[in-house]
């Protein structure tokens, strides 16, 4: 729940207070704007000549295959380009915007990058970001011509200090000295407001292009990212689903049938053998509370108790305590995420485990946990197992897959030949 600030008049004469130090930012941010805006136009436009050289060679390149490869550091170099612009607004005019962030893999593997890059080509924020910086390049270049005409109009009005007869234009005319004072005042005076209105241009339009967020792409991306976390729940909800019915029908239910049957014969040899039936009496005993313990596991499997009483640090200390396989834990949270992150990470790191218990052959685990910047809950398990494990429909990464869709996050699978295995997983705190 937000609410609304409230603001509490000034006190009489403190109204004035901030003015001063506002008024002392408004010509220092305009003297910054200037001087980047000049840089731009020195650097800017041949940074911006090289980049659409090298479009030009990739695409011209591209039968030869060198071309791809050009491509694709165009996408990284445009991506940098674009970071940079917003981290350079942000500077200097303090507009408080998200940094620009490469979009994330939906897909471990190849292919996800493959898709990561692809969306990352048409990222209209980063193109936004892109058109602004070319934008600011021909400004400056605007910026030094009018620095050179406010240095040639002061020059002129003192001109009648160093000559005695007409000033020379340079443009094979001439006029009287005693002009060169008003021509040259007025030149300068309009060269600096030219620069000050070239400066004041350049905000408006950098808050028009990257600070006014585009509606209609956000709505599309919210719609995108929806429909994805929609079919993940759907999709982790059917795999889990499918599991439990698989081990009740392999597990528990084996089990119990066995027990009914034992009781069954030790019902028939209770009047005849009595010591054989308190044998087999015995043997369902064990049998139900092997019975319960799976149930118990299986219930754990589903949803941790102690995740919601007692936070992801003691339930995944419980998790370790219980792997076949040797944990080594490093989990640093300061403080609670969210229930649905928290079971997303704590379900991945519990299937991880499992299958590295069940699959990898592994010696020994690494599992690191921690909230990162922006409000992400990420994690990290890694085995020394023999690797090559890959996603199959229904199984458990699929799973994995499906639950840290769900919870709007991303998972990132790293599993050569060989070993080692390592699965990242990275959910916002408040999904």
């Not at 940094?99 to 190849?110: D, S, V, Y």
């Not at 209105?197 to 209609?216: E, F, K, M, Q, Y």
Request: hydrophobic share 45%.
């Amino acid at each position: 729940m937000s609410t609304a600030p409230s603001y509490s008049p000034p006190p009489s004469g403190a109204a004035a207070g901030p003015l001063p130090a506002a008024a002392a930012r408004t010509p220092l941010r305009l003297f910054l704007t200037i001087l980047e805006l000049a840089a731009l136009g020195v650097i800017g436009s041949g940074l911006v000549g090289f980049l659409t050289a090298w479009l030009f060679g990739g695409v011209g390149l591209l039968f030869v295959g060198v071309g791809i490869v050009m491509l694709v550091g165009l996408v990284y170099a445009l991506f940098g380009l674009g970071w940079f612009e917003i981290a350079r607004l942000n500077g200097l005019y303090g507009f408080d915007l998200p940094a620009l962030r490469w979009r994330p893999r939906e897909r471990p593997g190849f292919g996800g990058w493959l898709l990561s890059l692809w969306r990352q080509a048409y990222n209209g924020r980063m193109w936004r970001a892109i058109a602004n910086f070319a934008i600011a390049c021909a400004l400056g270049s605007m910026v030094l011509r009018l620095m050179t005409w406010f240095g040639w109009s002061a020059v002129t009005a003192f001109a009648p200090l160093f000559t005695g007869g007409d000033v020379d234009t340079g443009w094979g005319t001439s006029y009287p000295r005693a002009w060169a004072p008003v021509l040259g005042g007025a030149g300068a005076a309009a060269a600096v407001v030219g620069i000050i209105s070239l400066a004041l241009l350049h905000r408006v339009i950098s808050r028009g292009i990257v600070a006014t967020p585009d509606r209609n792409l956000d709505l599309s991306e919210q719609v995108r990212t929806t429909t994805a976390q929609r079919a993940g729940a759907v999709r982790a909800a059917d795999v889990e689903r499918t599991r439990i019915e698989r081990d009740l029908h392999d597990g528990v239910q084996p089990r119990l049938v066995s027990v009914g049957m034992t009781l069954g014969m030790a019902q028939q040899k209770i009047d005849t053998d009595p010591e054989a039936a308190k044998a087999l009496i015995a043997e369902a005993h064990t049998s139900t509370k092997a019975a319960i313990t799976e149930l118990r596991q299986l219930a754990r499997g589903i949803h941790a108790s102690v995740l919601d009483d007692r936070g992801l640090d003691a339930a995944l200390s419980a998790l370790a305590g219980r792997s076949p396989v040797p944990v080594a834990l490093d989990v640093r949270l300061d403080g609670r995420c969210s229930r649905d992150a928290e079971a997303a990470v704590y379900f991945a790191i519990a299937e991880s485990l499992t299958n590295a218990a069940k699959h990898s052959r592994a010696s020994e685990c690494r599992v690191v946990v921690r909230k990162r910047d922006g409000g992400r809950l990420w994690a990290r398990v890694e085995d020394n197992g023999i690797g090559g494990a890959t996603v199959i429909a229904g199984g458990g990464l699929d799973g994995i897959g499906n639950r840290v869709l769900a919870a709007g996050g991303t998972i990132r699978l790293d599993s050569p030949v060989g070993g080692p295995t390592s699965l990242e997983v990275s959910v916002p705190c408040a999904s």
